[in-house]
């Protein structure tokens, strides 16, 4: 097996960038790209096929990233939104898999929902289920990732604009359901931001 | 509550997975050593013998394949239908039973680079081919041994020989390796190759399937992927046949002429273009027996090195296939697990 150098220290003296152009030559340079962005990716893959799953498209995700490591961005300080945005290509294959999870969870949260006035989570799936896979990865990107408008748009390699419209319309699907109102990042972000569409 | 908030609570968090971590670093690094995929670059260990050596001269003296003499599809075609016709009628070789392994012996050579900033802020670089020596012993399970030799390097330009004299004559790599692999994790716990469909309808869908959204192009994509098939994976007649049949029908296949492998062995290079490297991939036939000799990647032009056309910066050469009871105790014995 070969070991890789482990990057999990606090503080990063060496760029996504260079680590990964450096591994072109040694290869177990990758391992601190490895380090450095598993949990985040796990993580988010979990959230949303669950863990067995997450851990095939993680693994998918860090075996593509390593054979198409020459064609990253070695200018790059942070590896994060392109691995992102791999991760975003397998799990939109997984989409049927994901909605019947998220059916279940929604079902069963919903039974025991004490809130009479609480927005149906069936409802918003429902409002999911009208985007297209485009749409639907930017938004989750945005609301489940935490990633902002520039690195959504690195993830799905398409223009801020693009990630702006794919937003605004997932927002309307989803303001159908539950009203008008301003728009923000989700309450448990760091809050440094909000948006407007 | 925000808009987003609803769809954020869709998703609850999941707590940390060491376990998870673990088997996906394993099956990760595992995956960096096990699969030179074309245009990928590797570090490869100089170390001399007769058959590396062999291949170093192949390269360094090959003035290979244009990259503007491609012909069309139907030529290609013709090739690779020619090699599943030879496929097909292979006698029966045995089946890789459970306790067995897949014994696969090859030359590779893959660029390597270095590189790096000085204190001006301008930066460095130099690319070598070190060909290698590879032996590898997989069973069903996907799991085995792998043995490597390395060779001497082959420089892709004087220049790049020059920067790496300018700094200092660093080491290109160590000794003989010995790995032990492990299988991946959540992949179906066998070789892929032995679920491949042995009917080219069927195969193309599968292939198609997987290689759909890929970001080198899909047909790009499933040519690489009818490469890793045939690499070191155990496949009957009838599926090598399909993959041949598969790889006929991809817009943007060509045969790119004759050539010879990395062991002097004249050639017919059939393959496609990756506009995204500058480079060409092809697969090298036996022109008289269409067996399956190796794969070579050939620079195009506009290629980001800016060697001349049709320089080789990857290939493998086959050498031998066969499945064998046991792995030599002394792969076993110095494997790092």
């Excluded at chain 2, 041949?244 to 943007?252: E, F, N, T």
């Amino acid at each position: 097996m070969v070991s890789m150098v482990n990057g999990s220290s606090a503080h990063r003296t060496v760029s996504d960038g260079r680590l990964m152009q450096r591994s072109l030559d040694d290869p177990r340079a990758y391992g601190a790209i490895f380090e450095r962005h598993f949990d985040t990716l796990f993580g988010y893959a979990a959230r949303r096929v669950g863990p067995q799953l997450a851990e095939e498209i993680v693994t998918e995700t860090f075996t593509q990233a390593f054979d198409r490591r020459r064609a990253f961005d070695f200018d790059r300080d942070d590896a994060a939104p392109w691995l992102f945005g791999i991760a975003a290509n397998l799990l939109r294959r997984h989409w049927r898999t994901e909605r019947r999870r998220l059916a279940a969870y929604a079902r069963s949260t919903e039974r025991s929902a004490s809130h009479p006035d609480e927005v149906p989570r069936t409802d918003v799936l429902a409002a999911l289920d009208t985007l297209s896979g485009n749409e639907r990865e930017a938004l989750f990107l945005f609301a489940v990732a935490d990633l902002s408008y520039e690195e959504i748009a690195v993830a799905l390699a398409v223009p801020v604009g693009t990630v702006r419209s794919r937003l605004a319309r997932g927002r309307e699907r989803v303001r159908r359901v539950v009203g008008e109102g301003p728009l923000t990042r989700p309450s448990s972000s760091d809050g440094k931001e909000s948006f407007n569409v | 509550m925000s808009d987003f908030d609803l769809v954020r609570e869709l998703f609850p968090d999941r707590g940390a997975d060491d376990g998870a971590r673990q088997r996906v670093r394993a099956a990760v690094a595992a995956h960096a050593v096990r699969r030179p995929r074309r245009l990928t670059r590797r570090r490869l260990v100089p170390a001399v013998g007769t058959i590396v050596a062999a291949a170093a001269a192949a390269i360094a003296t090959v003035a290979l394949l244009g990259g503007t003499n491609a012909t069309v599809s139907a030529s290609a075609a013709r090739v690779l239908h020619q090699a599943s016709r030879a496929a097909r009628n292979e006698p029966s070789v045995a089946t890789l039973a459970p306790g067995q392994y897949l014994y696969t012996k090859s030359v590779d050579a893959y660029e390597s680079t270095t590189g790096g900033t000085r204190r001006d802020g301008t930066t460095w670089e130099y690319s070598v081919l070190l060909p290698t020596t590879r032996e590898i012993w997989l069973d069903r399970n996907d799991t085995g041994w792998l043995h490597e030799t390395g060779g001497e390097p082959v420089w892709l330009s004087e220049h790049d020989r020059q920067t790496w004299i300018a700094h200092g004559r660093p080491d290109l790599g160590g000794g003989p390796s010995d790995t032990r692999l492990a299988g991946a994790p959540g992949a179906a716990g066998q070789m892929a190759s032995l679920d491949l469909p042995s009917d080219p309808d069927a195969l193309y869908a599968t292939l198609k399937s997987e290689a759909e959204g890929n970001g080198n192009g899909t047909y790009q994509e499933m040519f690489t992927l009818v490469g890793d098939a045939l690499r070191e994976n155990y496949t009957t007649p009838a599926q090598r046949a399909a993959l041949y049949d598969v790889a006929a029908r991809l817009p943007g296949i060509e045969l790119a002429g004759r050539t010879v492998d990395g062991a002097g062995r004249p050639a017919l290079a059939v393959g496609m273009e990756n506009g995204h490297d500058q480079a060409r991939s092809v697969l090298l036939f036996d022109p008289t027996s269409y067996a399956l000799l190796g794969e070579q990647t050939t620079a195009l032009a506009g290629n980001s090195g800016g060697y001349p056309v049709g320089t080789v910066v990857g290939q493998a050469t086959y050498l031998e296939q066969r499945i064998v009871d046991q792995v030599p105790a002394s792969v076993v014995r110095a494997a790092k697990h």
